[in-house]
């Protein structure tokens, strides 16, 4: 039984710890080599892990920030539990740290996985990811095949793309053999999930930095991070930055240093986007002094969400991107709820309106009014989501309204990142269940 | 025994008649989707809400009794 790192020959110190071993573009790490930097698959009682993982105080890493054990002990309690699904849908846009984890080093997601498996009672893993990802489906076919002998069936199942595919429902949905779409809550997935059994489901992070907890324990975890915020996080930093990519670093760690990790601006930035899509806006002059906690994003209405941190320079326009954002926002409803589907429609056209200087400080206010009037009304939390980091577009670039108005602005399109995700899922529909678009039903205020 | 209203969106195809017989707890949006400004239904208006509720034709409205 492990001792968690009581015996010295204890976890990585300092970081990296999940990137641990990772070569520059190279294969998916072998079993062996897996095993070598991070020593075997430890054996726990389920109690003894949970408890653990409390100690650690390891957080979901999907964007919902939950607390793990709690989601391992909701499950861990009930009867005909049904399997692990680990959740690599990865759909918002800019973020690769799920995809890096599963393509590279699928054994620590696999292997953490199969213990959370244990701790609840689930005796099969299913690997949900999104489609065309060819080096996720070969690492992950390869490292299932050498851990066939494994008590825990492994299945890897792959399914359509879309912003709100991802979700946990619409992930559950989709393996019972439903539409990737997000059903209305309760019950959660962890009381009727997959097949009506109680289901954990957990994002590929969260599983990797639990296969160390298992191994290290939580004192190990504890010893990056602060006392509110421990351990590391894979942060997927991208814009205007020298060296776009994934790291890990450790909570509590100033904003400067996340920058200066991917090679510093690449030119002076006016902005974050800090949370991806579902995130929220925060100027760059209020990132100074700030650090990479719960408590020092919140102050600026801001929260680390799935990973992602945006970096916009001085020569984009904010408000173009936000418009092109919320666009995608808006066109990626899964179609279901009337608010979500027409309201965040009104809600993109006002902004593009507002970004394309043919509308003024009485649009912004619609906007405004529709974003409180729509949040809490779907059946999951994407409208809720975009209502925010329109709001957060409001407050950053709002100033930028008037001079549009006059014809100025300092937009050279920065692109956000929309991924291939976007378009691939431009051409087609995600249900044939969408309500209809009927814009003479808008009354106007 | 308190009483709350919740909407199902995914069921709810804005045919209004909620509002029209509720009018203190529920309003229409823009689109005439259903608001409940307060989801908390008054004793006085427990046996309204149940008529709201068998009223709406895609059983998208509901009323939790404790």
Redesign the interface.
């Known amino acids: 039984m492990t001792s968690f790192g009581r015996t010295g020959n204890g976890g990585h110190e300092g970081l990296p710890r999940l990137l641990a071993g990772l070569e520059p573009g190279g294969a998916p790490m072998t079993m062996a080599a897996h095993t070598r930097i991070h020593g075997p698959l430890p054996s726990v009682f389920p109690q003894q892990l949970i408890e653990e993982v409390e100690q650690s105080g390891l957080r979901g890493r999907g964007g919902a920030d939950f607390p793990t054990a709690r989601k391992l002990r909701a499950v861990a309690g009930r009867r005909r539990v049904g399997p692990v699904i680990v959740n690599g849908s990865e759909t918002e846009p800019a973020s690769a740290k799920d995809r890096l984890l599963l393509a590279r080093l699928p054994h620590l997601v696999l292997d953490g996985a199969v213990l959370a498996a244990g701790a609840v009672g689930a005796s099969e893993v299913i690997v949900k990811i999104g489609s065309d990802t060819p080096e996720v489906v070969r690492a992950l076919e390869s490292a299932t095949a050498v851990r066939e002998h494994e008590r825990i069936g492994i299945q890897v199942v792959s399914g359509p793309d879309g912003y709100v595919a991802g979700e946990e429902s619409a992930v559950v949905h989709y393996l019972n053999g439903g539409g990737p779409l997000p059903t209305f809550v309760p019950p959660r997935p962890f009381e009727r999930g997959y097949r009506g059994r109680p289901t954990l489901i957990q994002n590929p992070e969260t599983l990797a930095q639990l296969a160390l907890v298992a191994r290290f324990g939580s004192a190990w975890y504890r010893e990056l991070g602060t006392v509110a915020d421990p351990g590391s996080a894979l942060v997927t930093i991208t814009g205007a930055v020298a060296a776009p990519g994934v790291y890990e670093l450790a909570f509590g760690t100033p904003m400067r240093d996340l920058l200066d990790a991917a090679g510093g601006p690449s030119e002076p930035l006016q902005a974050l986007l800090v949370g991806g899509y579902f995130g929220t806006w925060m100027d760059a002059s209020a990132a100074v002094g700030l650090r990479l906690a719960r408590e020092d994003l919140r102050s600026v209405g801001c929260s680390l969400g799935s990973g992602v941190l945006i970096a916009l320079g001085e020569s984009a326009c904010g408000l173009h991107e936000s418009a092109g954002v919320i666009a995608y926002l808006a066109e990626q409803s899964a179609g279901q709820c009337g608010p979500c589907v027409f309201g965040l429609r009104a809600i993109a056209d006002s902004v593009g309106a507002l970004a394309s200087g043919v509308a003024g400080p009485r649009e912004r206010d619609r906007v405004l009014r529709w974003a409180s009037e729509i949040r809490g009304r779907g059946a999951c939390h994407h409208p809720d989501g975009a209502v925010r980091f329109v709001e957060s577009s409001l407050r950053v670039f709002g100033h930028e309204i008037e001079g549009h108005m006059r014809g100025s602005c300092r937009a050279r399109p920065a692109g956000l990142p929309l991924g291939d995700g976007a378009a691939r899922v431009r051409g087609g529909r995600l249900s044939d269940r969408r309500k209809s678009g009927d814009a003479s039903r808008t009354v106007t205020a | 025994m308190s009483a709350t209203l919740r909407?199902?969106?995914?069921?709810?195809?804005?045919h209004g008649l909620c509002a029209e017989l509720l009018p203190e707890l529920i309003r229409l949006?823009?689109?005439?989707?259903p608001?409940l400004d307060e989801s908390e239904v008054p004793p006085d208006l427990v046996g309204l809400a149940r008529r709201a509720v068998d009223v709406c034709p895609t059983l998208a409205l509901l009323l939790d009794e404790n």
């Open positions: 909407v199902n969106p995914i069921t709810c195809e804005a949006d823009d689109w005439g989707y608001i």
